[in-house]
């Protein structure tokens, strides 16, 4: 661990790295003069040595009926993330973002539009976490990693904020309540199918042949469903977990009744769940959202074919909150909000 090398520079013994890792990860200390267990000859070289960066909230937006906060935030460098902390009655569930802006061109999400800017570093995407839980004075109990950008695309950060938060000295939260959610990188997903993590893998497919998912998810021309879906199949073999299929359901687009017959073909014999997702509204992009019949007769058919499903419950929608809103926000460091 770079904690340990760093206390043994110094001399110290190394016990200090874990009481350091436990200010930072799991107490959110915000400067070197709280890490009270250290001698202060110590912690002034800290001071000198180490910066210990907070986000910056710039507003919380929160949904007309209080089950969700939205949290925009002001990075080092002036660029601004948002982070979404929802309610439900099983707990607290934080949305991070850990990418500014996305590379991925899907054709209907917020997040792509602003172009793409940089990787979210560890602790950035770890703050998200930490910062949420000050500012609501609620303890986060799930994480999906399904705010703006792909997962995938910064898979070294992105793991190492798993250790962090899921390990003893952090917050302790278990793999198995986070899920981490791709348009579909295939080497990536092998990568993560043995890398050891116990995440659950939430894939997002939105459409059941080639040629659509070409247009909606243009990551598919690069890697199509051919490799995606053993890629998905070998995921669950390795880690026993239950891949989840994430389906936006876009009126008239991807929603029929044939498009689920093909879905339940395309997923049969997996150990998967899909996740249908009613299109969430972005102003700049001409799709409508489905009909509840449309929903509902979806829905219907992966059921009588056996494909385990469950309805997104729409959370957030009314703040810009919802899957595939979040967007980049860039605003000048001293301008009035
Ligand atoms: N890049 C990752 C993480 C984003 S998660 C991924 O693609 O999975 C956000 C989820 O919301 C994804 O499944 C995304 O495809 C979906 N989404 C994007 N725009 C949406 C919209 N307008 N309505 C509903 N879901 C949307």
């Given at each position: 661990m770079e904690l340990e090398a760093l206390v043994e520079t110094h001399g110290e013994p190394r016990y200090r790295a874990q009481q350091i890792a436990?200010?930072?990860?799991?107490?959110?200390?915000?400067?070197?003069?709280?890490?009270?267990?250290?001698?202060?000859?110590?912690?002034?070289?800290?001071?000198?040595?180490?910066?210990?960066?907070?986000?910056?909230?710039?507003?919380?937006?929160?949904?007309?009926?209080?089950?969700?906060?939205?949290?925009?935030?002001?990075?080092?460098?002036?660029?601004?993330?948002?982070?979404?902390?929802?309610?439900?009655?099983?707990?607290?569930?934080?949305?991070?973002?850990?990418?500014?802006?996305?590379r991925m061109g899907c054709r209907f999400c917020a997040s792509g539009l602003g172009g793409w800017v940089r990787h979210l570093r560890v602790g950035e995407i770890y703050d998200q976490v930490l910062a949420v839980q000050r500012v609501s004075g609620q303890t986060v109990t799930h994480i999906v990693l399904m705010g703006m950008g792909e997962p995938l695309d910064n898979y070294e950060n992105v793991l190492k904020f798993v250790e962090n938060v899921s390990a003893a000295y952090g917050l302790r939260i278990s793999q198995r309540r986070i899920t981490l959610s791709t348009c579909g990188l295939v080497p990536r997903i092998r990568d993560l199918a043995r890398a050891g993590?116990?995440?659950?893998?939430a894939v997002s497919l939105h459409a059941p042949n080639n040629e659509l998912r070409n247009d909606l998810v243009p990551v598919n021309r690069k890697h199509p469903l051919e490799e995606l879906i053993p890629a998905c199949a070998e995921y669950a073999a390795l880690t026993g977990r239950r891949v989840s299929f994430e389906y936006a359901l876009l009126g008239g687009l991807n929603d029929s009744p044939e498009s689920a017959v093909e879905l339940a073909d395309l997923l049969t014999g997996l150990l998967c769940h899909v996740n249908l997702i009613p299109a969430n509204p972005v102003p700049e992009y001409d799709y409508s959202a489905p009909t509840p019949t449309a929903v509902r007769a979806f829905r219907r058919v992966l059921e009588q074919r056996g494909i385990p499903v469950s309805l997104r419950r729409e959370m957030g929608a009314d703040i810009g909150a919802a899957c595939g809103q979040l967007r980049r926000r860039y605003r000048p460091r001293g301008r009035k909000e």
């Open positions: 436990e200010w930072v990860f799991r107490k959110g200390a915000g400067s070197v003069e709280e890490f009270t267990n250290l001698p202060v000859r110590f912690r002034e070289c800290l001071t000198r040595e180490t910066v210990i960066g907070r986000l910056e909230l710039v507003e919380t937006t929160v949904s007309g009926r209080s089950d969700t906060a939205k949290h925009l935030w002001r990075l080092f460098d002036g660029q601004t993330v948002e982070t979404v902390l929802m309610r439900h009655g099983y707990g607290r569930t934080v949305c991070v973002s850990t990418q500014v802006g996305c993590y116990s995440l659950t893998l």
